[in-house]
């Protein structure tokens, strides 16, 4: 029997599915998505300035009406906030209230147990070197245009 070829795009998507079911599944004690969550994140190391929603949708390569939902959705369970610029009524910025910002400790250690899973029995090593061909690959696909 012929062994089939390695098919990278499935293998990512497979390994995004299972990774992203199980951050879901842990995040469903606070109520919360991977992709809230993500927000959430994103806010934390970024409490030295302000950001606006138009800089999840680029950080995260999203879509205005996605990141909508994801913004309205964490309003709506009080980890963030939205507070108008003064001079330009259009934008909103995003802050995370002290529920958000409880989060950080807690789900960063679940982050770190998960993490710790999924690459258990590998070499320190290879962790090392899957990290150096993950941001190579990135880096050969990263459209600037988009």
């Given at each position: 029997?012929?062994?089939?070829?390695?098919?990278?795009?499935?293998?990512?998507?497979?390994?995004?599915?299972?990774?992203e079911?199980?951050?879901?599944?842990?995040?469903?004690?606070?109520?919360?998505?991977?992709?809230?969550?993500?927000?959430?994140?994103?806010?934390?190391?970024?409490?030295?300035?302000?950001?606006?929603?138009?800089?999840?949708?680029?950080?995260?390569?999203?879509?205005?009406?996605?990141?909508?939902?994801?913004?309205?959705?964490?309003?709506?369970?009080?980890?963030?906030?939205?507070?108008?610029?003064?001079?330009?009524?259009?934008?909103?910025?995003?802050?995370l209230?002290?529920?958000?910002?409880?989060?950080?400790?807690?789900?960063?250690?679940?982050?770190?147990?998960?993490?710790?899973?999924?690459?258990?029995?590998?070499?320190?090593?290879?962790?090392?070197?899957?990290?150096?061909?993950?941001?190579?690959v990135?880096?050969?696909?990263?459209?600037?245009?988009?």
């Amino acid at each position: 029997m012929k062994k089939q070829s390695f098919n990278f795009g499935k293998t990512v998507k497979q390994l995004n599915n299972i990774m992203e079911m199980r951050f879901n599944h842990s995040l469903k004690q606070w109520d919360l998505t991977s992709s809230q969550f993500s927000v959430i994140m994103f806010l934390l190391h970024n409490q030295d300035r302000e950001v606006n929603q138009k800089m999840i949708e680029d950080a995260f390569l999203l879509k205005g009406p996605t990141v909508t939902g994801i913004v309205k959705r964490l309003v709506e369970k009080d980890f963030i906030r939205r507070r108008l610029d003064a001079q330009d009524r259009r934008i909103n910025y995003l802050e995370l209230t002290e529920k958000g910002l409880a989060l950080e400790s807690i789900v960063c250690a679940e982050i770190t147990r998960l993490e710790t899973d999924t690459l258990r029995g590998i070499s320190t090593e290879h962790i090392d070197l899957l990290e150096t061909l993950l941001n190579q690959v990135l880096e050969n696909i990263t459209c600037p245009n988009l």
